[in-house]
């Protein structure tokens, strides 16, 4: 099986940073996309950032310039550096990625998610 556990959410005034990580283990042959969504109360879940396995990143405008998402295929990790956080970004922050399992199996799998909250 596979399985994607996040980490580093958690409370931080407006204007401060956190860095959210995402580790896939299990068996897993190759990942491919790899992303980051947010959900916050009474909203619909939300794509927040992008990276491919070659490492081309994409992310909203509402996030461009205060985050970054990078990736280190050897340890089948992606992160998501926030900065400048508002309040706004307030959400339960998931990881997606398309893996390609070691029985050559293709799927879509979430993490858990992890609890981010900007105080005002």
């Known amino acids: 099986q596979v399985q994607l556990v996040e980490s580093g959410g958690g409370l931080v005034q407006a204007g401060g940073s956190l860095r959210l990580s995402c580790a896939a283990s299990g068996s897993i042959f190759r990942i491919n996309v790899m992303s980051w969504y947010r959900q916050a109360p009474g909203k619909q879940r939300e794509l927040v950032a992008t990276i491919t396995r070659g490492g081309t990143s994409t992310l909203p405008d509402s996030v461009k310039g205060r985050f970054t998402v990078s990736r280190d295929n050897a340890g089948n990790t992606v992160y998501l550096q926030m900065v400048n956080l508002k309040p706004e970004d307030t959400a339960v922050y998931y990881c997606?990625?398309?893996?390609?399992?070691?029985?050559?199996?293709?799927?879509?799998?979430w993490g858990q998610g992890t609890q981010v909250t900007v105080s005002s």
């Open positions: 997606n990625a398309e893996i390609m399992r070691r029985d050559l199996q293709s799927g879509t799998f």
